[in-house]
Every structure is written in C-alpha cells, then in structure tokens.
C-alpha cells in the first residue's frame, strides 16, 4: 500500500470554500475528505491541518475554536499554527488608515513538515490541498531529492494556479460532491461530554 499524507491549508480552503458556496461546507471533515481522495492501493498515514488562531473578532474566534475543537474530537488529524499579525493599510487618497491582519507562518509550515515527512521517509505520496505558490520551492526540493515520490495537489474551490499546477506530478479541483459527503456530523462531543454544535450560521 502506497502511504499518503494531506497537507491541507486551512485559510486557503476555507476562503476558496467561503468564495464559491458562502457558508455551505464549513464544518468540514478534513479527514473523510482526504480519504476520499485517494485512488486503490492507497493508505491514510496522517492529515495535518495549517491554520492559524483569528484575533479580535469574537463571533470568527469562536466559530472557530468550535470548528477546531470538533475536528480533534473526531478526527486523527495533526495541527500546526501560524500566527496573525496586525498590519496597518494606510489610505493615500484620504490619509485614513485601519489595521489589516495577515496570516504568517502557514506556507512556512507546511513546506517543514513536507520536506520532514519527505526525507524521513513518512509518505510515498503527498497530497496537498492549497492554491498557494509560495509551495513551489519545497515541492521542487522534494521531487529533485526524493524522486521516487509523488506530489499531487487538489486546489480548493476558486482557487487555482497554472505554475502550481505544472510541478506536481497530478492534481485535482475540490468539487461540490466532496464537500457535502465530508461533513462532520452536526453534533460532536468532546471527550469530556461537551457537544460542539455546528454554527448556525454555517448552514
């Protein structure tokens, strides 16, 4: 059996999700939809979830920790955070300026942990779920330096890149059918008895 982690990158999916279906598919099973991306002959070793803690808005702060808690109450996936930044955007025109934060970290992580798993031999297959090509260089490393392995990419819904797209060996969209098939269920509970309810808002 051919051994397959997902590296998946957690803003990126869920703005392209965001994008396409508005609120539809949040509360997403990474795992079911890793799994539902591998073809016979093929083995789910791990799915490691990149994301990072939203800041200062209370309402996504908490849709969020919910979503997160429910994905490790029922799911083996492994986690790595980056981290928000304040930026401030400032206005030319009117000289007004308001703060904008950016995700840091994130492509960072996840070419480590590719190029960990790569050459200490954690996989036979990547699959990474990102439209981000910033992950071109550790994918060339690793297909340079680990030829017998393959990297295979499935980009999130509105989300895709050409120069990606030409380094991986194959790749995929994110479709509707997947999506609605990998949810979690509405009501997960934690370990110690509290149940996580999906948002409301996230019909």
């Known amino acids: 059996m051919q051994r397959v982690i997902t590296y998946i990158d957690g803003f990126n999916l869920y703005f392209g ?6 609120n539809k598919y949040l509360w997403l099973d990474v795992e079911a939809l890793s799994n539902s991306l591998l073809i016979p002959g093929q083995s789910l070793v791990a799915t490691k979830y990149f994301t990072s803690m939203v800041t200062n808005q209370p309402d996504k702060e908490k849709r969020q920790r919910t979503y ?8 083996g996936c492994l986690f790595y955070y980056g981290r928000y930044q304040s930026n401030i955007i400032n206005c030319r025109g009117c000289g007004s300026n308001w703060p ?5 970290m994130t492509d960072v992580n996840i070419a480590t942990q590719m190029l960990m798993d790569a050459f200490t031999d954690k996989f036979d297959v990547a699959i990474l779920i990102s439209g981000d090509t910033d992950l071109i260089p550790p994918i060339e490393a690793i297909k340079g330096l680990s030829p017998q392995k393959r990297v295979g990419l499935y980009f999130p819904p509105n ?19 997947k999506l609605r098939e990998s949810q979690l269920p509405d009501n ?10 999906r948002p ?3 019909v």
């Open 200 to 202: 409301y808002t996230w």
């Open 68 to 75: 997160l808690d429910a994905l490790k109450s029922s799911t």
């Open 17 to 22: 999700m965001k994008a396409q279906y508005n």
């Open 188 to 197: 997960v509970t934690k370990p110690n008895g509290f149940v996580l309810t």
């Open 159 to 177: 989300r895709h890149s050409i120069q990606l797209e030409s380094v991986v060996h194959f790749s995929g969209l994110i479709g509707k059918k």
């Open 100 to 104: 904008s934060p950016k995700e840091k």
